[in-house]
């Protein structure tokens, strides 16, 4: 167990593909899917998963750019994007929708789509995606 949050993590690109894991579990196992409807029931794991994928976005994105080093501990989304926006504008858009999707429409709202949800698994895992070649390029 990592001793600070500021300890760097041995496999950022594994620990965040298990949130993204994590969070299909959640809401394979829970969100209670109507298949008729293609809506999950309950907002509550709609809820978890948004924040469970956001939090493996910030860890690859802390990975790459390194936004805790800067000022703050707690760094605030424009922070990211500052960072990001200097290096690969792509992935600053990938971000942008992410943050809706994600942070905002599943994390907050708990919108009960499943495909809206599945947008948000698939933006996710692209994020990684790039920034896993980011990390290969630096390697």
């Not at 894991?21 to 899917?33: D, M, P, V």
Request: charged share 30%; hydrophobic share 40%.
């Amino acid at each position: 167990m990592r001793k600070s949050i500021l300890e760097p993590i041995a496999d950022p690109i594994a620990e965040s593909r298990r949130y993204v894991e994590n969070a299909e579990n959640i809401l394979k196992n829970h969100g209670q899917l109507d298949f008729e409807t293609q809506l999950y029931r309950d907002r509550k794991y709609v809820r978890m998963a948004g924040n469970t994928l956001w939090n493996g976005i910030l860890l690859i994105l802390d990975a790459v750019f390194h936004i805790k080093n800067l000022k703050r501990i707690h760094p605030d989304i424009n922070d990211f994007r500052k960072e990001v926006a200097k290096r690969d504008n792509k992935l600053l858009s990938l971000i942008n929708a992410a943050y809706e999707t994600i942070h905002i429409s599943m994390g907050y709202d708990g919108e009960l789509s499943r495909a809206l949800s599945s947008e948000g698994i698939r933006l996710a895992n692209e994020i990684i995606d790039r920034c896993e070649v980011m990390m290969k390029k630096v390697a």
